[in-house]
């Protein structure tokens, strides 16, 4: 057992998680404040004495985007100065990742510069679960656990025992994820080919594979404006699809997201808690716990112990 207390503290950004988490550690959520100055900056306090402690910094820099970072990097500078003896950020979701290489001329790196900023506030280690791209583990020169969702995901589905299935990707970028649920799920493969037009908009052209008479789960690591997902789904079910499911680990849920997926012809949308989600309006969707893979995560860095078991572990 490590003989550092372990120090949970939370951000603004997923409390509901941080509390489930520390419920699963059984232990009490380090009380902090997080609040606002009166001209809008960001007032971090942390009540108790984190000096020489294993302090864990739960925060998705989800949006608001720019907030949720800032008070993370404010904190890891309070527990940093509070002389903790580590500190892990604990990111569910890690945003601003789609911009991981400069595919034209002037534009920037985002992924990277936020790797940075969070290094250089102070964080020894980082915890995450299923990074837009996993090469991003590299932007860091600290070391990242990187954890998958898709036991949570595919325990739920493996419940359902869905006949006829055919995983769907909604893009190329995909369908090497698709691919692991087809095989976990005992399901066919198919991909759609998608196109992004702008942020928000995009373009379907064929679905690669049979979804004709099958049972549809498509997977995705993140549905942001739901552009993406909905009209892969609208294709798969005019393509006879029985039925269409999706699923995806981070609900960024932004812009006209809710609207597409309640107009979605699907039978299920199902997401995890690294963003909390607002069920209001969304009759359809599952929302699944991340806590106890994270909780056990938590404690195996504190522990010291090895993390290849969660990645590991039949469903
Ligand atoms: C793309 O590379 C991602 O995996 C998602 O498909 C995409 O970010 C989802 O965005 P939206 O929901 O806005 O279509």
Same mark, same amino acid.
Request: with cysteine.
């Given at each position: 057992m &490590?003989?550092?207390?372990?120090?949970?503290?939370a951000g603004?950004a997923?409390t509901?998680?941080?509390?489930?988490?520390?419920?699963?550690?059984s232990?009490?959520?380090?009380k902090?404040?997080v609040?606002?100055?009166?001209?809008g900056?960001?007032?971090?306090?942390?009540?108790a004495?984190v000096?020489?402690a294993?302090?864990?910094l739960?925060? &998705?820099?989800?949006?608001?985007?720019?907030d949720?970072l800032m008070?993370?990097?404010?904190?890891?500078?309070?527990?940093?100065?509070?002389?903790?003896?580590r500190?892990?950020?604990?990111?569910p979701?890690?945003?601003?990742?789609r911009?991981d290489r400069k595919?034209?001329?002037?534009?920037?790196?985002?992924?990277?510069?936020v790797a940075n900023?969070?290094?250089k506030?102070?964080?020894?280690?980082?915890?995450t679960?299923?990074?837009?791209a996993a090469q991003?583990q590299?932007?860091f020169?600290v070391?990242?656990d990187?954890l998958?969702?898709?036991?949570v995901l595919v325990r739920h589905?493996?419940?359902q025992?869905?006949e006829?299935?055919t995983?769907v990707?909604?893009?190329v970028?995909s369908?090497?994820?698709?691919?692991g649920y087809?095989g976990?799920?005992g399901?066919e493969?198919?991909?759609?080919?998608?196109?992004?037009i702008?942020?928000?908009?995009?373009?379907i052209?064929?679905v690669i594979?049979?979804?004709a008479?099958?049972?549809?789960?498509?997977?995705?690591d993140?549905?942001?404006t739901g552009g993406s997902?909905?009209?892969?789904?609208?294709t798969c079910?005019?393509?006879?699809?029985i &039925?269409?499911r999706?699923?995806?680990?981070h609900?960024?849920?932004?812009?006209?997201a809710?609207e597409?997926?309640?107009?979605?012809?699907?039978v299920?949308?199902v997401?995890?808690d690294t963003?909390?989600?607002d069920p209001?309006?969304?009759p359809?969707?599952t929302?699944?716990?991340?806590?106890?893979l994270l909780?056990?995560?938590?404690m195996?860095?504190?522990?010291?112990?090895s993390?290849?078991?969660?990645?590991?572990?039949?469903e």
């Amino acid at each position: 057992m &490590s003989q550092r207390s372990l120090e949970l503290i939370a951000g603004n950004a997923c409390t509901a998680l941080a509390d489930d988490i520390a419920r699963e550690l059984s232990v009490t959520r380090t009380k902090a404040r997080v609040g606002r100055f009166p001209d809008g900056e960001i007032d971090v306090h942390i009540h108790a004495n984190v000096r020489g402690a294993d302090v864990f910094l739960v925060q &998705s820099t989800s949006p608001p985007v720019n907030d949720n970072l800032m008070e993370l990097l404010i904190l890891i500078d309070a527990a940093r100065r509070a002389s903790a003896a580590r500190i892990t950020v604990v990111i569910p979701y890690f945003g601003y990742a789609r911009k991981d290489r400069k595919d034209e001329g002037r534009v920037p790196i985002t992924a990277k510069l936020v790797a940075n900023l969070l290094t250089k506030a102070g964080a020894d280690r980082v915890l995450t679960v299923d990074l837009h791209a996993a090469q991003i583990q590299g932007f860091f020169d600290v070391p990242v656990d990187h954890l998958y969702a898709s036991p949570v995901l595919v325990r739920h589905f493996k419940e359902q025992r869905i006949e006829k299935l055919t995983v769907v990707a909604p893009d190329v970028g995909s369908s090497k994820m698709a691919r692991g649920y087809a095989g976990r799920l005992g399901g066919e493969l198919a991909i759609v080919d998608k196109r992004r037009i702008s942020a928000d908009k995009v373009e379907i052209g064929a679905v690669i594979g049979d979804v004709a008479g099958r049972n549809v789960l498509l997977v995705d690591d993140m549905i942001s404006t739901g552009g993406s997902i909905t009209e892969a789904a609208r294709t798969c079910a005019q393509a006879g699809a029985i &039925s269409v499911r999706i699923a995806a680990t981070h609900g960024v849920l932004c812009g006209p997201a809710r609207e597409r997926l309640r107009a979605a012809p699907v039978v299920e949308i199902v997401l995890t808690d690294t963003i909390p989600v607002d069920p209001a309006g969304l009759p359809n969707l599952t929302v699944l716990r991340t806590a106890p893979l994270l909780a056990e995560a938590i404690m195996r860095v504190h522990t010291e112990q090895s993390l290849s078991v969660l990645f590991n572990r039949p469903e």
